[in-house]
């Protein structure tokens, strides 16, 4: 089975650009969540999306907005980027039950 | 909002030896889920191990174990018989709530270091 995948692994944008990431979850999965690493910090939750509505927002700007296809895919999109807004993001998508969230490998978002 | 604190910004363990690495919360929630991910230095999340609040025993995952403390808010990761490749930064996190989707709390990370 192919894990979560995400896309691009890398990116490089200039301040005030935007930015679309994507994901996609494991086969059957339908939760998909979102979450951003800075440096040296651990993830902080963005949104996460179940049944392709959204069920929880975190403590970020209008500037951050995502959505969830009917195939459970999912892309985060970020509006005239900041520098603040370089870091790491990780896509988890989970099954229901108790099992643990499975991440991709994420994609580094540099914004100069 | 909830917290999740790891104390340990670096550990160091001899290889083949045991280490413990230390998770608190502080959810007033009595149904959540604790959860344990190394993350190696390519960035991936790796999903350890998991410890239900109503779970009746220990969680054991191979050479991973939980060392839940209920009462103490506490979950503590031990790593038994230490690999070169353990090497990574660890976190702990959390899910509150009964819901199998809610979102996932971190705490700051602990850097796990193996010497041979």
């Known amino acids: 089975d192919a894990g979560v995948t995400q896309s691009p692994t890398h990116l490089i944008k200039t301040r005030g650009q935007h930015v679309t990431l994507r994901c996609s979850p494991i086969?059957?999965?339908?939760?998909v969540s979102w979450y951003q690493q800075v440096l040296g910090q651990g993830p902080q939750f963005i949104f996460q999306y179940y049944e392709k509505e959204e069920r929880g927002r975190g403590n970020f700007p209008d500037r951050f907005s995502a959505r969830q296809f009917p195939n459970y895919s999912s892309e985060l999109n970020v509006n005239a980027l900041l520098l603040g807004d370089s870091a790491l993001y990780l896509c988890a998508s989970s099954l229901a039950g108790n099992y643990g969230y499975t991440f991709g490998s994420g994609t580094r978002l540099t914004v100069v | 909002a909830q917290k999740i604190t790891q104390t340990q910004p670096g550990m160091f363990v001899q290889e083949k030896e045991a280490v413990t690495l230390d998770c608190t919360h502080d959810?007033?929630?009595?149904?959540?889920?604790l959860f344990w991910y190394k993350q190696p230095s390519s960035g991936e999340m790796i999903f350890l191990i998991y410890?239900?609040?109503?779970?009746?025993q220990n969680a054991t995952e191979g050479r991973y174990s939980l060392n839940f403390q209920k009462a103490r808010k506490s979950a503590n990761l031990v790593i038994s018989a230490s690999q070169l490749g353990d090497s990574a930064m660890y976190f702990c996190?959390?899910?509150?709530?009964?819901?199998?989707?809610?979102?996932?709390?971190f705490g700051q990370g602990t850097i796990l270091t193996v010497h041979p």
């Open positions: 086969s059957g999965h339908k939760s």
């Open positions: 959810t007033s929630d009595p149904s959540y889920g």
């Open positions: 996190a959390m899910r509150e709530g009964g819901t199998s989707y809610g979102k996932l709390t």
């Open positions: 410890q239900g609040s109503y779970d009746q």
